[in-house]
């Protein structure tokens, strides 16, 4: 796939709240996810597709309920590609919020093998 191709697959899985399967399909195995900041849910680098899986399925066990998910179209580079996230939730304990991240990708042989997370 051509990193368009990547990008454009990413931004219509997301949409969908599916990060597992983006994660499958799109992540190199020894990808690395970058967090704004490390929180007491999650530390500033996981390393890995596994540990990047058991991240996004921790998150999801925080979510009460999506309200909804947008991700605008990527723009995309040589080797990154860039998409903003909005995601209006209800979490549990915390009520109901509005997340907004720029979320940038570095692309490697076909592969994912970085995103980083900016809010």
């Known amino acids: 796939m051509t990193i368009q191709q990547?990008?454009?697959q990413l931004v219509k899985i997301c949409r969908t709240g599916?990060?597992?399967?983006?994660?499958?399909?799109l992540?190199?195995?020894n990808a690395i996810s970058?967090?704004?900041?490390?929180?007491?849910a999650f530390d500033k680098e996981t390393k890995g597709l596994p540990a990047i899986i058991e991240k996004g399925k921790k998150f999801d066990s925080?979510?009460?309920?999506?309200?909804?998910?947008?991700?605008?179209?990527p723009?995309?580079?040589?080797h990154s590609f860039a998409a903003v996230l909005?995601?209006?939730?209800?979490?549990?304990?915390?009520?109901?919020?509005?997340?907004?991240?720029?979320?940038?990708?570095?692309?490697?042989?076909?592969?994912?093998?970085?995103e980083q997370f900016y809010m």
Request: with cysteine; hydrophobic share 40%; charged share 25%.
């Open 6 to 8: 990547i990008a454009d």
């Open 18 to 25: 599916e990060w597992g399967k983006a994660q499958q399909e």
């Open 27 to 29: 992540y190199a195995p």
């Open 34 to 40: 970058i967090e704004p900041e490390a929180t007491p």
């Open 62 to 73: 925080m979510v009460e309920t999506m309200h909804s998910i947008t991700m605008s179209d």
């Open 75 to 78: 723009v995309v580079a040589e």
């Open 86 to 114: 909005v995601m209006d939730a209800t979490m549990k304990g915390h009520g109901r919020m509005q997340m907004k991240e720029l979320c940038v990708y570095q692309v490697k042989e076909g592969k994912i093998v970085e």
